[in-house]
């Protein structure tokens, strides 16, 4: 397997995190259950023209969109057929990073998943074509850099597609690692009413603000399990991410997983001693949700 990951240039810096690459990606499993963090990302199938999504509770019920797809934040996991994303591009845009290059239709309410031409036109199937056709990940990144600094040239010139300061201001309180304000709060300290708030965020980053900080708190008692999987301190990790007591974080968990904090401690204890390699904020899994024994490790 190839893995590449690119650090895009100015200033695409300012609204991006990483562009990223798979080649030859394998799993000894067929699905992979993907956790929700509160970003956009865009995503592209290089092998195949198509993405499968699945239900993560009803993993038999499928969607399929088109190989260049937009992932929108949602509270709820999602499934992804791996057996069929051998050769993978995407962007993670940095939290609220999104809006200068796709606008305000990338966060209209709606399915987590769309195709990316119906956000952007024939424009995305064009790219999609000339990003397959290349072979080596720094032709793709210089071809994905140029159409996003491009896309973002186009927004700007509409003249409203820009962060309010509120909500900027905003998604440092609310994304924080540490324990999070209430929306009310922070309504208040950057001037505006929580309704009002509510509706300005929520067009803006794609999700509401409560959502939001529950999702971005969730994540950070996640990497928090992964990076000590052979020690987890249950009370010490609830209590440093802001939750009330380990109950509430068994029931965000389980919201945003399906599982409970010591069943995916226990799948990735088992990832682990098998030496797979599982991209970040995936879980592999079988068909249904099953988890079954390793026999060889992914190569």
Known sequence: MVFASHVPRRPLTRFIQNFWCYEGYASPYPRERIFPDGTFKLVFNLANDEFRIY????????????????????GSPFVTDSEEESSILGVNFRLGGVLPFLGFEASDAGDSHVDLRDVCGADATALHIRLSECSR???????????????????QRRGRECHRSEVLAALD??????????????????????????????????????????????????SLIDRNVMTVGWATIAAECGYCDQS?????????????????????????????RAKPNHLPMAEHGQFYPIHSAAT
């Open 137 to 155: 990940p720094e032709d793709r990144f210089r071809i994905l850099e140029n159409w996003l600094i491009g896309r973002m040239a186009r927004v």
């Open 248 to 276: 509430h974080l068994i029931r965000d968990f389980e919201i945003f997983t399906g599982f409970t904090p010591v069943e995916y401690l226990n799948r990735q204890r088992h990832l682990t001693a098998h030496g797979v």
């Open 173 to 222: 309180a609310l994304g924080s690692p540490q324990p999070g304000s209430r929306t009310r709060e922070v309504a208040r300290e950057v001037g505006l009413s929580e309704r009002r708030f509510i509706e300005v965020f929520t067009a803006e980053v794609g999700m509401k603000p409560k959502l939001f900080s529950r999702v971005r708190r969730f994540q950070h008692a996640r």
């Open 55 to 74: 239900d993560s509770r009803e993993t038999g019920a499928c969607r399929t969109f088109a190989g260049a797809m937009l992932s929108r934040p949602s």
